[in-house]
């Protein structure tokens, strides 16, 4: 079955600690997302790529980085810039441009302790 | 002015009732418009599109857009106890380039057996 595959589901960092989540698809999706979700807000979007080797910064880019090796794979690093890492991270997938939607991959929430 | 926005709720129905949930845009030119339902603690899924002004029907769902409003709205016929979860509302606003989703708050819809 086609879909997103998102890797852990739980996720606990320390402070000053760098952490990776991963996400994986196989829908042969060119466009991959990722956003954050607090709780009771919307969706808020870090970072996008289109197509492999280019990313862009969303709304709240500052303290996360991302990379775009593969057409499969879109891993984002919380990195210790990121001062309120506390979230449910959420990557999607679409084919080009979008207009169809969004697929969701089923999350990880991050917990800094 | 938020470019999605939505009242939070809680939005309480009974049983069969119609639930009526609503979303407006900032952006005249935008042109694609989206439900998605998220329960809680899971990842958001997409239940409707619409692209064209008027009416869209599937199943118990109803999505009616109209753009000179800027409005969108989504009607649940027959409601459920499963329906109970929190509806996001997203549109592609007319940015040159990549298209993303921007996503209002969410309305969270209880319905009451």
């Known amino acids: 079955d086609g879909g997103i595959t998102q890797s852990p589901k739980y996720l606990f960092r320390k402070e000053g600690q760098n952490v990776t989540l991963s996400c994986e698809q196989n829908?042969?999706?060119?466009?991959m997302y990722w956003y954050r979700q607090d709780p009771g807000q919307g969706l808020r979007l870090i970072y996008y790529?289109?197509?492999?080797?280019?990313?862009q910064k969303g709304d709240i880019a500052e303290g996360y980085s991302v990379s775009r090796e593969k057409k499969e794979s879109f891993p984002l690093t919380v990195t210790s810039a990121q001062k309120n890492p506390t979230a449910f991270y959420l990557c999607?997938?679409?084919?080009f441009g979008g207009g169809l939607g969004y697929t969701f991959g089923s999350g990880t929430r991050l917990t800094v302790v | 002015q938020k470019e999605v926005e939505q009242n939070s709720g809680p939005l309480s129905v009974p049983e069969g009732a119609i639930a009526s949930l609503n979303c407006t845009y900032s952006d005249r030119g935008s042109q694609s418009f989206f439900w998605y339902r998220q329960y809680s603690g899971k990842s958001p899924e997409l239940i409707m599109s619409?692209?064209?002004?008027g009416d869209k029907e599937d199943g118990r769902f109803t999505a009616q857009l109209n753009k000179a409003s800027q409005y969108v709205s989504l009607l649940i016929r027959d409601s459920q106890p499963s329906d109970s979860a929190t509806y996001l509302c997203a549109v592609i606003p007319p940015i040159q380039g990549a298209q993303k989703l921007v996503f209002g708050q969410g309305t969270r819809l209880t319905i009451n057996p």
């Open positions: 999607a997938s679409s084919p």
């Open positions: 829908l042969n999706h060119d466009a």
């Open positions: 790529s289109q197509i492999v080797n280019d990313f």
């Open positions: 619409i692209y064209s002004n």
